[in-house]
């Protein structure tokens, strides 16, 4: 892996959200714990993968905090922007899996102690200052939470020529919606949380809505085109599959160029959105969001992206 560069450099992809130390209890008993959240997997899969990317987070200056920068840092990550707060707790959350099923639950509850766990804190305006320079030389902004922080960040961003992707897991009505829907370029969203919720809503851009194991689609205005999900060979944990997708159309979106201020179009994703299927696929033969990276490397994930091997091969 790459250790971290101090030179300031272009930046591939920058971003915030939910970030947190997951706890992973496979079958009830503590299997591990790794770098989480579905901002922290797709960044920090993309700085294994050899991109140049800029986490902008909040987190505790506490032992865990220690762990997720080490983690980003490993990868390859540009660390400077990840801001360490005596008053903040880094976040974690538990994961439980049934490793007979591939089935899995989260809680910000401790299984063991029944304690609360520290939950997710967003970015405020001081971050967003500091982080200038990486969201004004970005390709692609990436956010999954939105605050008036996070709209700000995404502003900047946007400003400056970069493309947005955004992909709420969960959202509140309000201006800032309707702002962030304004300068998203891609919206990604699950049809079974956000379908309701979002049906309606006027957003000039593609969305790619997802359907669980049965696939996603992808729309833009009236043009509509269906991805059959890849089925995979074998079921282990089938948790971060939506990450991975995400990591397969952005890394895509970089190594085609579609990026800066051109508006993609939906036949401009489809073999990004294909490479990223094959990736969750194979993910879900290994325990834990990001098992295939953790289990097998960035070269072998990087080969699945590129077709060199496919699901079938686990």
Same mark, same amino acid.
């Given at each position: 892996?790459?250790?971290?560069?101090?030179?300031?450099?272009?930046?591939?992809?920058?971003? $915030? !959200?939910?970030?947190?130390?997951?706890?992973? @209890?496979?079958?009830?008993?503590?299997?591990?714990?790794?770098?989480?959240?579905?901002?922290?997997? =797709?960044? =920090?899969?993309?700085?294994?993968?050899?991109?140049?990317?800029?986490?902008?987070? $909040?987190?505790?200056?506490? +032992?865990?905090?220690? /762990?997720?920068?080490?983690?980003?840092?490993?990868?390859?990550?540009? =660390?400077?922007?990840?801001?360490? /707060?005596?008053?903040?707790?880094?976040?974690?959350?538990?994961?439980?899996?049934?490793?007979?099923?591939?089935?899995?639950?989260?809680?910000?509850?401790? &299984?063991?102690?029944?304690?609360?766990? &520290?939950?997710?804190? &967003?970015?405020?305006?001081?971050?967003?200052?500091?982080?200038? &320079?990486?969201?004004?030389?970005?390709?692609?902004?990436?956010?999954?939470?939105?605050?008036?922080?996070?709209?700000?960040?995404?502003?900047?961003?946007?400003?400056?020529?970069?493309?947005?992707?955004?992909?709420?897991?969960?959202?509140?009505?309000?201006?800032?919606?309707?702002?962030?829907?304004?300068?998203?370029?891609?919206?990604?969203?699950?049809?079974?949380?956000?379908?309701?919720?979002?049906?309606?809503?006027?957003? +000039?851009?593609?969305?790619?809505?997802?359907? !669980?194991?049965?696939?996603?689609?992808?729309?833009?205005?009236?043009?509509?085109?269906?991805?059959?999900?890849?089925?995979?060979?074998?079921?282990?944990? $089938?948790?971060?599959? *939506?990450?991975?997708?995400?990591?397969?159309?952005?890394?895509?979106?970089?190594?085609?160029?579609?990026? *800066?201020?051109?508006?993609?179009?939906?036949? +401009?994703?489809?073999?990004?959105?294909?490479?990223?299927?094959?990736?969750?696929?194979?993910?879900?033969? @290994?325990? !834990?969001?990001?098992?295939?990276?953790?289990?097998?490397?960035?070269?072998?994930?990087?080969?699945?992206?590129?077709?060199? @091997?496919?699901?079938?091969?686990?």
């Amino acid at each position: 892996m790459r250790a971290p560069s101090a030179r300031v450099c272009h930046i591939d992809v920058a971003g $915030t !959200g939910f970030t947190v130390l997951d706890r992973i @209890y496979a079958d009830g008993d503590l299997a591990e714990e790794a770098l989480g959240g579905s901002c922290g997997n =797709v960044l =920090v899969s993309l700085a294994m993968l050899r991109r140049q990317v800029a986490p902008v987070l $909040t987190l505790g200056a506490d +032992d865990e905090g220690e /762990r997720l920068v080490d983690e980003f840092s490993q990868a390859g990550a540009h =660390v400077q922007y990840i801001a360490r /707060r005596e008053d903040v707790r880094s976040p974690v959350l538990a994961q439980e899996l049934d490793t007979a099923s591939g089935n899995h639950d989260f809680s910000f509850v401790c &299984p063991d102690t029944r304690e609360e766990l &520290p939950r997710y804190e &967003p970015i405020g305006e001081a971050e967003v200052a500091t982080a200038f &320079p990486a969201l004004n030389d970005c390709s692609v902004f990436y956010a999954d939470r939105l605050s008036a922080s996070i709209l700000a960040a995404m502003r900047t961003a946007s400003r400056a020529g970069a493309l947005v992707y955004f992909e709420p897991s969960e959202i509140e009505e309000g201006d800032l919606l309707e702002e962030a829907l304004s300068l998203t370029s891609i919206l990604k969203y699950s049809e079974d949380r956000l379908g309701e919720r979002l049906a309606g809503r006027r957003a +000039d851009c593609v969305q790619i809505v997802t359907y !669980g194991a049965a696939g996603l689609e992808v729309r833009d205005g009236a043009e509509v085109v269906w991805c059959k999900a890849i089925s995979a060979p074998r079921v282990l944990d $089938t948790c971060g599959s *939506g990450d991975m997708v995400s990591v397969g159309i952005i890394d895509w979106m970089l190594t085609a160029g579609i990026v *800066g201020d051109s508006r993609p179009k939906v036949a +401009d994703l489809l073999q990004g959105i294909v490479a990223g299927q094959r990736l969750a696929a194979a993910n879900c033969a @290994y325990a !834990g969001a990001r098992g295939l990276f953790r289990s097998r490397g960035a070269d072998f994930a990087r080969a699945i992206l590129c077709e060199r @091997y496919s699901a079938a091969t686990m």
